[in-house]
T-cell receptor, first 113, second 111 residues
Framework: DAGVIQSPRHEVTEMGQEVTLRCKPI?????LFWYRQTMMRGLELLIY????????DSGMPEDRFSAKMPNASFSTLKIQPSEPRDSAVYFC???????????FGPGTRLTVL | KQEVTQIPAALSVPEGENLVLNCSFT??????LQWFRQDPGKGLTSLLL?????REQTSGRLNASLDKSSGRSTLYIAASQPGDSATYLC??????????FGAGTRLTVKP
């Protein structure tokens, strides 16, 4: 397996634009997680899915952020409208079950100007 | 408040030394604890996962312990190598499904 795949790897956009980050989890994994990492706040869990269903989105910063998982092999994290403070590295991770070892993707480095 | 703290923030040791990284957490109602490694510009790699009912886990030169009552975990690295240089993060999954990460310890192993 190629591991967790994220795209794009880098994204530079202007304030107010819509940003969509994509994730393909490891085949057979039932849980998927979205994280954000910044120097100031470290690594934060945004939302996680179990069997394609959002279980806990309490970490999503505000209504500008939304995440979907239409099927077991694909998830998106959307920011609309984007703001400079959203600049961070966004990681997707998957695991066999929610409490199991998580396997991280390489991340998407987002810069909002 | 469920906080995870890692000490020290940075550590530099000569090759071959044994070392200990520390992680502390404020709430003992944990489901499990994971130690991750992160290389610059990369994602996280899971090293060891300890369930709340376990006391320790070992993988090669790595040993992680868990003491729920005192809210502590340690990651022991034996015979350190330059390739061990990375940031090590501790992550606690609580019973309420909240997952919290420490800020990490940046380790440098000098040849």
């Amino acid at each position: 397996d190629a591991g967790v795949i994220q795209s794009p790897r880098h994204e530079v956009t202007e304030m107010g634009q819509e940003v969509t980050l994509r994730c393909k989890p490891i085949s057979g994994h039932n849980s998927l997680f979205w994280y954000r990492q910044t120097m100031m706040r470290g690594l934060e869990l945004l939302i996680y899915f179990n069997n394609n269903v959002p279980i806990d989105d309490s970490g999503m910063p505000e209504d500008r952020f939304s995440a979907k998982m239409p099927n077991a092999s694909f998830s998106t994290l959307k920011i609309q409208p984007s703001e400079p403070r959203d600049s961070a590295v966004y990681f997707c991770a998957s695991g066999p079950l929610a409490g199991d070892t998580q396997y991280f993707g390489p991340g998407t480095r987002l810069t909002v100007l | 408040k469920q906080e995870v703290t890692q000490i020290p923030a940075a550590l530099s040791v000569p090759e071959g030394e044994n070392l200990v990284l520390n992680c502390s957490f404020t709430d003992s109602a944990i489901y499990n604890l994971q130690w991750f490694r992160q290389d610059p510009g990369k994602g996280l790699t899971s090293l060891l996962l300890i369930q709340s009912s376990q006391r320790e886990q070992t993988s090669g030169r790595l040993n992680a312990s868990l003491d729920k009552s005192s809210g502590r975990s340690t990651l022991y690295i034996a015979a350190s190598q330059p390739g061990d240089s990375a940031t090590y993060l501790c992550a606690v999954l609580y019973n309420n499904n909240d997952m919290r990460f420490g800020a990490g310890t940046r380790l440098t192993v000098k040849p």
